[in-house]
């Protein structure tokens, strides 16, 4: 089974408007870390956000925040007043702690692209 | 400045040949990684080093090769058994103390390789 789904491959938004992007995973551990990260067409990959098992509340990055519903297994980006820069890649990972917490598991990815 | 470096950006092999893509860090971060990208898709684990001289296969470690004897040093090398190398590589690496809040992965830019 697939541990980071991403069913989204490309989404359109309008700048200036909200979007979220979905992220499901699959772990039968109690302490993990969920991850995202924004790959730019040069490539490189740029840590955004970063959501612990633990964490109570939501975790925010000045425009993005993590839109974690544990119960659920869902950890959805949410980039808010989108910026053309925000053109890019996004994946969704997960590092599981009980058993190697130095594995990172990654998702497909979606291709976001902000319209003017 | 600390960061992650990979050379060559670009590189270019004959069928049948090893080739050996390079990744420093002098963030003095004890795990290594090696990923492979291919076209639209996400980041596949080839090996991965937790400390010197320890390595692990990833999930498609088949065709690749890996050392760890410096803590900066992480080459990779595609062999000939490698069936089809031509893919983007990306060498990322983070601290080892584990299950902390964050010790997300940090990237370098990547090698794209492609075998003739």
Same mark, same amino acid.
């Given at each position: 089974?697939?541990?980071?789904?991403?069913?989204?491959?490309g989404? =359109? /938004?309008?700048?200036?408007?909200? /979007?979220? %992007?979905?992220?499901?995973?699959?772990?039968s551990?109690?302490?993990?870390g %969920?991850?995202w990260?924004k790959?730019?067409?040069?490539?490189?990959?740029i =840590?955004l956000?970063?959501?612990?098992?633990y964490?109570e $509340?939501?975790?925010?990055e000045?425009?993005?925040?993590?839109?974690? $519903?544990? @119960?659920?297994?869902?950890a959805? %980006?949410?980039?808010?007043?989108?910026?053309l820069?925000?053109? @890019?890649m996004?994946?969704?990972a997960m590092?599981?702690d %009980?058993?190697? =917490?130095n594995k990172?598991?990654?998702g497909?990815?979606?291709?976001?692209?902000?319209?003017? | 400045d600390?960061?992650?470096?990979?050379?060559?950006?670009?590189?270019?092999?004959?069928e049948?040949?090893?080739v050996?893509?390079?990744?420093e860090?002098?963030?003095?971060?004890?795990?290594?990684y090696?990923?492979? *990208?291919?076209?639209?898709?996400?980041?596949?684990?080839? &090996? &991965?080093s937790?400390?010197?001289?320890?390595?692990?296969?990833?999930?498609i470690?088949?065709g690749?090769?890996?050392?760890?004897?410096?803590k900066?040093?992480?080459?990779?090398?595609?062999?000939?058994?490698?069936?089809?190398?031509?893919?983007? &590589?990306?060498?990322?690496s983070?601290?080892?103390?584990?299950?902390?809040?964050?010790n997300e *992965?940090f990237?370098?830019?990547?090698?794209?390789?492609?075998?003739?």
């Open positions: 089974a697939q541990k980071i789904t991403q069913t989204q491959p989404m =359109f /938004v309008q700048e200036k408007e909200a /979007v979220t %992007l979905d992220c499901t995973y699959d772990t551990d109690q302490s993990y %969920l991850f990260y790959q730019p067409s040069s490539g490189e990959m =840590f956000i970063y959501q612990g098992s964490d $509340q939501n975790a925010t000045g425009r993005y925040s993590l839109n974690f $519903q544990k @119960a659920r297994k869902s959805n %980006l949410v980039i808010s007043a989108s910026q820069g925000d053109s @890019a996004y994946f969704c590092r599981e %009980l058993y190697n =917490f990172f598991y990654f497909s990815g979606t291709k976001l692209n902000v319209k003017p | 600390g960061g992650i470096t990979q050379s060559p950006k670009y590189l270019f092999r004959k049948g040949q090893n050996t893509l390079s990744c860090q002098n963030l003095n971060h004890d795990a290594m090696w990923y492979r *990208q291919d076209p639209g898709q996400g980041l596949r684990l080839i &090996y &991965y937790q400390i010197v001289n320890d390595f692990q296969k990833g999930d470690a088949e690749y090769s890996v050392s760890r004897e410096k900066e040093s992480f080459p990779l090398t595609v062999t000939s058994a490698q069936k089809n190398p031509t893919a983007f &590589y990306l060498c990322a983070r601290m080892r103390t584990g299950a902390s809040r964050h *992965q990237f370098g830019p990547g090698t794209r390789l492609t075998v003739l």
